[in-house]
């Protein structure tokens, strides 16, 4: 314990000495290194798919799920979008340095606020290699430091993508330690990094509730928790059901093994005799195990009933709960006790209830008529994402580049003296 401790503070603190150095670099060096981070990726495909192997195959051996294998691959289409997302960052304005909110006090000071930096972030996170990407595209152009902690499954490809930025930045002449890894799986890794508060300013935990819990309980630093998805899409009395079975659909099955699928489906009891025989036949194509309200196995006596616990499960799997609603203010009123406020959606035609929805519904992303699966720093036009904020404190939503600074208040003068 003590020598990991050493190992982990020494990390730490080289990580805290470079971004004192990275905060100071102008946009085009940054660019630069994300540049060489962009052909580091390109140029080592091979390398990545190699080390990306020993852990399917660990996987594999250790019967994870399909969807958590699929979160796990990184194929050529997973390495030209962590490339795609690099770039898009490179596209991105700096927000460092930038000076808003000047005010002209009587005396004649100028009195504003100027973004700068973080200082340094620790991220925990659990199977998706491509985090390591996303997450060090960020923190560099942003000009913080990061400590990677990924979960034991991704442990060798979390390696690799690290070693790869290190390069891009060492090229670029910016200190590789603005970026740092933990190599330890122990979970007395993760105890000890949320001991470092003279290092570490802020701990982002993404993963399951088992993660987030343990970090919310032992950290010292302050946390921004990527929580559960628990999202929601209600179909509206007043919905296209066309255009809602393919909004339902994509939700579901397009990707289900990440935070923004679908996890309940409501649908007002008006148009569910309608709907949800469509809907089914659409979702048993896809191989989607559906879990019902009373009212709902009375339309579809073949489905599992749902038990309590399914309303506030987080499945990531194609697994669907579904309940027929009396009425707008069932539906949100059933979201806000069980969504974990990440995304909800509704499918509707009538402006009013859409406006009602996306009004009481208390969570950090509300669509009208699309897809949660749009809930994502890149679809946002964020380039990429730190995670998903389901707090309210600093940042809700997606966490993007912006987010990654602090503001700091910036005074001119020309000799004011106060009496």
């Known amino acids: 314990m003590d020598n990991m401790k050493a190992v982990l503070t020494g990390k730490a603190r080289r990580v805290k000495l470079a971004s004192r150095e990275i905060a100071l670099v102008n946009t085009g060096l940054k660019n630069l290194a994300l540049q060489y981070i962009v052909e580091e990726l390109d140029g080592k495909r091979e390398e990545i798919k190699t080390e990306n192997e020993k852990d399917l195959a660990a996987g594999i051996q250790k019967g994870l799920s399909k969807a958590f294998i699929d979160?796990?691959?990184?194929?050529?289409?997973?390495?030209?979008?962590?490339?795609?997302?690099?770039?898009?960052?490179?596209?991105?304005?700096?927000?460092?340095?930038?000076?808003?909110?000047?005010?002209?006090?009587?005396?004649?000071?100028?009195?504003g606020k100027m973004r700068v930096p973080i200082g340094v972030i620790g991220i925990i996170f659990e199977s998706?290699?491509?985090?390591?990407?996303?997450?060090?595209?960020l923190t560099i152009k942003s000009g913080n430091g990061v400590i990677l902690r990924g979960g034991s499954d991704a442990i060798h490809s979390n390696i690799l993508l690290t070693s790869l930025i290190k390069k891009g930045l060492e090229k670029a002449g910016l200190p590789g330690s603005c970026v740092e890894v933990i190599e330890s799986t122990d979970r007395e890794s993760v105890l000890q990094l949320l001991k470092l508060k003279d290092y570490i300013d802020i701990i982002v935990p993404r993963g399951g509730l088992?993660?987030?819990?343990?970090?919310?309980?032992?950290?010292?630093?302050?946390?921004?928790?990527?929580?559960?998805?628990?999202?929601?899409?209600?179909?509206?009395?007043?919905?296209?059901?066309?255009?809602?079975?393919?909004?339902?659909?994509?939700?579901?099955?397009?990707?289900?093994?990440?935070?923004?699928?679908?996890?309940?489906?409501?649908?007002?009891?008006?148009?569910?005799?309608?709907?949800?025989?469509?809907?089914?036949?659409e979702f048993d194509k896809a191989g989607v195990r559906l879990k019902g309200c009373?009212?709902?196995?009375?339309?579809?006596?073949?489905?599992?009933p749902a038990t309590g616990e399914d309303w506030s499960t987080e499945y990531l799997d194609l697994v669907l709960s579904v309940k027929i609603v009396a009425n707008l203010e069932e539906a949100i009123d059933h979201i806000n006790d069980y969504s974990s406020h990440h995304s909800d959606a509704i499918v509707t035609e009538h402006y009013s209830n859409g406006m009602k929805f996306i009004s009481g519904v208390d969570s950090a992303a509300c669509f009208i008529n699309a897809s949660t699966r749009f809930s994502d720093g890149n679809e946002f036009g964020l380039?990429?994402?730190?995670?998903?904020?389901?707090?309210?404190?600093?940042?809700?939503?997606?966490?993007?580049?912006?987010?990654?600074?602090?503001?700091?208040?910036?005074?001119?003068?020309?000799?004011?003296?106060?009496?």
């Open 71 to 111: 979160r796990l691959t990184l194929n050529d289409k997973r390495i030209n979008e962590m490339i795609r997302v690099v770039q898009d960052v490179i596209k991105l304005n700096d927000p460092v340095g930038e000076i808003f909110d000047m005010n002209n006090r009587p005396n004649g000071l100028k009195v």
């Open 210 to 281: 088992e993660l987030i819990r343990f970090v919310e309980e032992h950290s010292l630093i302050p946390v921004i928790r990527h929580d559960l998805g628990i999202c929601h899409t209600y179909v509206d009395e007043f919905a296209n059901l066309e255009m809602a079975v393919s909004i339902c659909y994509n939700a579901k099955v397009q990707r289900p093994g990440v935070c923004n699928a679908m996890e309940t489906m409501l649908v007002h009891k008006s148009i569910a005799e309608d709907f949800l025989p469509v809907m089914k036949k």
């Open 383 to 419: 380039g990429a994402e730190m995670g998903i904020s389901n707090q309210k404190l600093h940042v809700r939503g997606p966490m993007g580049l912006k987010d990654l600074t602090a503001p700091k208040y910036v005074i001119f003068g020309n000799g004011q003296v106060r009496t």
């Open 294 to 304: 009373k009212n709902t196995v009375r339309l579809l006596p073949d489905i599992e």
């Open 128 to 137: 998706r290699p491509n985090v390591c990407i996303e997450v060090a595209s």
